[in-house]
C-alpha cells in the first residue's frame, strides 16, 4: 500500500475574512409589502427569535435594522428592533443604533449564557442598555423556553421606570398566565403588554394583553386580525374557531418537527419570496416537511368550504 504523497495544503485566499454579506437586504421592501396587504400586518418586531437575531453579527443585524427602518417608512406604523446579545457591550451599541435609525422602540431579552441570578440583575442589566438610548421606548423581551431565564416579570417591572424612564411594556412570551395577569394589572395606560404565543393568544387576550407578536403570524396575519376583532366585539364562539384552527396547524408542524427552519420554509413558500435559508446551527426544512406543513395550511386556510367566514381578502 504506497503512503500517500505529502500534499500541499493551498490555503483559501480568504481565509480568515467574512465571506461577502449573508443577508439578503433587497427581499425586505417587498416582504414589507406582502405583510401589509397580504396579512394585513401594520408593525414589526425584526432581529427577535424569528429573524434569527443570535446567530448574526452585530455588523448584519444593524444592517437589516437599517433596512427595515428604511422601508417600512410610511408604510408599518412601528419597527422595533430587538437588540438583545450575549454581550451587554453588543447590546448597548445596538441600542445606540437603533436609536440613530430613528427605530420606534428596543426590546431586549435576558442574557443566556451567563444568566441573570435575580430579578434585580436582569433589571440592572436592562437599565444599563436603556441608557444608551434613553428616547426610545424600551421593551423587556421575555422568552424563557429559548432564554431559560424564567424570571417573574411582574416582578422585574415593579418600580422599573425609577431606573428606565424609557419603559413601555413587555413581549411576552411564556405561558405563566398569573405572572401576564399580574403585569397586566400593575403597569400604566403608556404601556403594554405584547403576547407571543401565539396558539395561545385568546387566552391572553381574556387576561388583557394589548397586542401579539409571533412568528406564524408572518402567514397567519390574517386570521389573526380576525381573531381579534371577533374577541373585542364579543364573538367568541368567532375568536375561537380561529384559535383553534392556529392550535390545529400548530400542533401538526410540533409533530413533524416545527423550529425556525421550519417556520422560515413556511414564510418562503407562503409568501412566494425567497427569503433565504436559515444559518446553521438552525438547519434547513426537509422539502417534504414543508410540503405536508403547506398543505395542512391550505386545507384549513384556503378551503372555502372550511372557512368562508373568516376567509382572507
Ligand atoms: C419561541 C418562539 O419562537 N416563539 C415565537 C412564537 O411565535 C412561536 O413560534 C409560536 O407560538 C409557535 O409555538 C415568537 O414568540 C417569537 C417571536 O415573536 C420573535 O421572532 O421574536
Request: net charge negative; proline share 6%.
Amino acid at each position: 500500500n504506497p503512503c500517500p504523497k505529502k500534499q500541499v495544503i493551498t490555503r483559501d485566499p480568504l481565509p480568515l475574512k467574512l465571506k461577502p454579506i449573508e443577508i439578503n437586504l433587497s427581499v425586505i421592501g417587498p416582504y414589507i409589502d406582502y405583510l401589509k396587504e397580504k396579512q394585513g400586518v401594520n408593525n414589526v418586531f425584526v432581529n427577535g427569535t424569528t429573524g434569527e437575531s443570535m446567530s448574526l453579527s452585530v455588523e448584519e443585524r444593524k444592517l437589516l435594522a437599517e433596512e427595515w427602518c428604511r422601508k417600512a417608512k410610511g408604510k408599518m406604523d412601528q419597527v422595533i428592533v430587538h437588540v438583545g446579545c450575549l454581550s451587554l457591550k453588543d447590546t448597548q451599541e445596538l441600542a445606540h443604533h437603533a436609536a440613530q435609525i430613528e427605530a420606534d422602540g428596543i426590546a431586549v431579552i435576558a442574557p443566556s449564557f451567563f444568566k441573570p441570578s435575580s430579578a434585580d440583575v436582569l433589571r440592572t442589566f436592562l437599565q444599563e442598555v436603556a441608557s444608551t438610548a434613553p428616547t426610545l421606548p424600551f421593551y423587556y423581551y421575555h422568552v424563557p423556553s429559548v432564554t431559560g431565564v424564567n424570571v417573574n416579570v411582574r416582578e422585574l417591572i415593579e418600580g422599573i421606570e425609577k431606573v428606565i424612564p424609557s419603559f413601555r411594556g413587555v413581549k411576552f412570551s411564556g405561558s405563566d398566565l398569573m405572572d401576564l395577569g399580574q403585569c397586566i394589572s400593575y403597569i400604566p395606560p403608556h404601556w403594554s403588554v405584547l403576547y407571543g404565543i401565539d396558539e395561545q393568544l385568546l387566552g391572553a387576550l381574556v387576561m388583557g394583553v394589548h397586542g401579539a407578536v409571533g412568528s406564524t403570524y408572518n402567514y397567519v396575519g390574517c386570521h389573526v386580525n380576525k381573531l381579534i376583532s371577533a374577541f373585542e366585539t364579543g364573538d367568541l364562539v368567532q375568536a375561537r374557531t380561529i384559535q383553534f384552527k392556529i392550535q390545529e396547524l400548530v400542533s401538526f408542524a410540533i409533530k413533524l418537527g416545527f423550529d425556525v427552519g421550519v417556520n422560515k420554509q413556511l414564510m418562503n413558500e407562503l409568501s412566494g419570496l425567497d427569503l433565504g435559508p436559515p444559518r446553521l446551527p438552525v438547519m434547513t426544512c426537509p422539502a417534504a416537511r414543508a410540503l405536508a406543513i403547506k398543505q395542512k395550511y391550505d386545507n384549513d386556510y384556503f378551503d372555502s368550504r372550511l372557512v368562508t367566514d373568516y376567509f382572507c381578502d
